[in-house]
């Protein structure tokens, strides 16, 4: 174990962060992966136990906040977003904000936009779990859309938590080898453009 | 001349945090994804994991988005959150930048300034993040610690 930097901000809030975090590992993501075994005919507890929140969790919080922008903002930047993308987590839990952004592509091959439910947390499956289930959880790409007009000068929070199972656990159960690629390739691709990396 | 407001040093552990209040919904007609609702209020109850399982199966294999509700957490939680979130974003970013992210160090728990830019647009991207809130469940307020990846 080893200490690691956190903002002072971010610790100061600590016990208000850290609980409400074990509870979404607990009561959102704990029960969507029983039924998810139970889909697949595995024992209830199959991919919990490979998550072992208490031992070492690969489960993150992610804070995103886009400020308001002018429509000549998005006109212009709309080919140098991130576009369409999947997850690399195996689940992610979205919270409502009001403020219409996510789209989802559909088979069909439609961008469509996911509307806020009150008291709904929006889920959706990433790479992981379409890996470790050849693909029978689908990861679905999506996208940030611009505000609409009568939403454009509200701010959009993102509090997303990202759930990944634990890779430790993978290695032993599963024998590959996650984190390289997390560090490297799509953590890069997905979070750090523009900041200077040391890869090294 | 008087400070600006910019010039203030701030203490960001003692700064107050707003109450949380969702701006209004959109009155635009969007085409909206059809999405599955799956509520786990009697998630414990006989026959109940087959039963939410038979009606998420769809949503799992082949939509890959669906609606969680009944999970008990109430929404002053996570309005809270969102507050303290919200908070962080509103510090002046002398301050946010104090602990900025670090990816190749494993120290993952920074700020990320919006500094990208949007290709040839003279833009730079507007988007702020504090990507990596990883939370250890043993972590306390006076010592957080995780492994290294």
Same mark, same amino acid.
């Given at each position: 174990?080893?200490?690691?930097?956190? %903002?002072?901000? $971010?610790?100061?809030?600590? @016990?208000?962060?850290?609980?409400?975090?074990?509870?979404?590992?607990?009561?959102?993501?704990?029960?969507?992966?029983?039924?998810?075994?139970?889909?697949?005919?595995?024992?209830?507890?199959?991919?919990?136990?490979?998550?072992?929140?208490?031992?070492? !969790?690969? @489960?993150?919080?992610?804070?995103?906040?886009?400020?308001?922008?002018?429509?000549?903002?998005?006109?212009?930047?709309?080919?140098?977003?991130?576009?369409?993308?999947? @997850?690399?987590?195996?689940?992610?839990?979205?919270?409502?904000?009001?403020?219409?952004?996510?789209?989802?592509?559909?088979?069909?091959?439609?961008?469509?936009?996911?509307?806020?439910?009150?008291?709904?947390?929006?889920?959706?499956?990433?790479?992981?779990?379409? %890996?470790?289930?050849?693909?029978? $959880?689908?990861?679905?790409?999506?996208?940030?859309?611009?505000? $609409?007009? @009568?939403?454009?000068?509200?701010?959009?929070?993102?509090?997303?938590?990202?759930?990944?199972?634990?890779?430790? !656990?993978?290695?032993?159960?599963?024998?590959?080898?996650?984190?390289?690629?997390?560090?490297?390739?799509?953590?890069?691709?997905?979070?750090?453009?523009?900041?200077?990396?040391?890869?090294? | 001349?008087?400070?600006? #407001?910019?010039?203030?040093?701030?203490?960001? /552990?003692?700064?107050?945090?707003?109450?949380?209040?969702?701006?209004?919904?959109?009155?635009?007609? =969007?085409?909206?994804?059809?999405?599955?609702?799956?509520?786990?209020?009697?998630?414990?109850?006989?026959?109940?994991?087959?039963?939410?399982?038979?009606? =998420?199966?769809?949503?799992?294999?082949?939509?890959?988005?669906?609606?969680?509700?009944?999970?008990?957490?109430?929404?002053?939680?996570?309005?809270?959150?969102?507050?303290?979130? /919200?908070?962080?974003?509103?510090?002046?970013?002398?301050?946010?930048?104090?602990?900025? #992210?670090?990816?190749?160090?494993?120290?993952?728990?920074?700020?990320?300034?919006?500094?990208?830019?949007?290709?040839? /647009?003279?833009?730079?991207?507007?988007?702020?993040?504090?990507?990596?809130? =990883? #939370?250890?469940?043993?972590?306390?307020?006076?010592? #957080?610690?995780?492994?290294?990846?």
């Amino acid at each position: 174990m080893k200490d690691v930097k956190v %903002h002072p901000f $971010v610790k100061a809030h600590w @016990d208000e962060i850290a609980p409400f975090h074990r509870k979404l590992f607990e009561r959102v993501a704990k029960p969507l992966y029983i039924l998810i075994a139970s889909m697949l005919e595995l024992p209830a507890d199959y991919f919990i136990s490979r998550n072992a929140y208490d031992k070492r !969790s690969e @489960d993150w919080l992610r804070w995103m906040m886009h400020p308001p922008r002018p429509r000549e903002y998005y006109d212009a930047v709309e080919s140098y977003g991130i576009g369409g993308h999947t @997850d690399q987590s195996s689940l992610t839990l979205l919270f409502e904000q009001n403020v219409a952004g996510l789209q989802m592509l559909t088979t069909d091959g439609v961008w469509k936009w996911v509307k806020p439910v009150p008291g709904g947390i929006t889920i959706n499956a990433g790479e992981l779990f379409s %890996h470790l289930t050849k693909g029978y $959880v689908k990861a679905t790409i999506h996208r940030v859309h611009a505000p $609409v007009d @009568d939403q454009i000068s509200e701010e959009r929070l993102g509090c997303i938590y990202f759930s990944l199972m634990n890779v430790v !656990s993978l290695n032993n159960h599963f024998n590959i080898r996650t984190a390289p690629l997390f560090a490297l390739h799509l953590v890069r691709n997905c979070f750090a453009w523009g900041t200077s990396l040391k890869t090294s | 001349m008087a400070p600006s #407001i910019a010039q203030i040093p701030v203490d960001s /552990t003692t700064i107050p945090v707003p109450k949380y209040q969702r701006p209004q919904q959109t009155k635009e007609e =969007l085409e909206w994804a059809p999405l599955v609702e799956i509520d786990i209020s009697r998630f414990d109850e006989p026959g109940e994991k087959q039963r939410l399982a038979a009606q =998420l199966e769809d949503a799992v294999r082949n939509v890959g988005f669906w609606i969680v509700t009944g999970h008990g957490i109430k929404d002053e939680e996570v309005l809270r959150q969102l507050a303290i979130a /919200t908070a962080f974003f509103h510090l002046p970013m002398e301050e946010k930048v104090k602990v900025p #992210i670090d990816l190749g160090n494993d120290m993952n728990w920074g700020y990320r300034e919006p500094v990208r830019e949007m290709g040839p /647009t003279g833009y730079k991207e507007s988007v702020e993040t504090v990507p990596y809130l =990883l #939370i250890d469940a043993h972590a306390s307020t006076n010592s #957080i610690k995780i492994s290294p990846l």
